[in-house]
């Protein structure tokens, strides 16, 4: 990873939490939502810029730690893009999975535009037409 940043296995402070979602383009939500995506999550990385002490990137699994696991929250702030970090967050929650998950597990992921590349860098293929992801609206 790239030597101006550290890389957690852990959450994020909330307010960090709330405003690295906002700020990075995923739709906000409130300390009530936040606080128990911290705590209830199966998986858990951020990354910190050295210099400002500010987190920048994230990334968390949640699941039922048998066979299925979903990558969420995957995000980086605009101006700390491009310096491998995204990558390095998901590399470390794959690894994780491989590491203490029982063997092949079922690893999901809802891909926005602009995670697609890296995505499909690190292995992930669309479900389509087999499946697709639905979601409830709010």
């Known amino acids: 990873m790239h030597p101006d940043y550290d890389l957690t296995l852990s959450p994020p402070p909330l307010a960090d939490y709330l405003r690295l979602r906002a700020d990075s383009g995923l739709s906000p939500v409130t300390e009530a939502q936040g606080e128990?995506?911290?705590v209830n999550s199966w998986a858990w990385v951020h990354v910190r810029h050295r210099a400002s002490g500010e987190v920048v990137a994230m990334g968390r699994v949640i699941g039922d730690g048998g066979?299925?696991?979903h990558?969420?929250?995957?995000a980086t702030l605009p101006e700390h893009q491009k310096k491998g970090l995204g990558?390095?967050?998901l590399e470390t929650l794959i690894a994780k999975i491989r590491e203490d998950a029982p063997p092949r597990p079922y690893v999901t992921l809802m891909a926005d535009e602009p995670g697609r590349p890296l995505y499909a860098k690190l292995g992930f293929v669309e479900t389509a037409p087999h499946s697709l992801g639905m979601m409830l609206p709010r």
């Open 36 to 38: 128990p995506a911290l």
């Open 67 to 69: 066979w299925y696991f």
């Open 71 to 74: 990558i969420a929250d995957m």
């Open 87 to 89: 990558q390095a967050v």
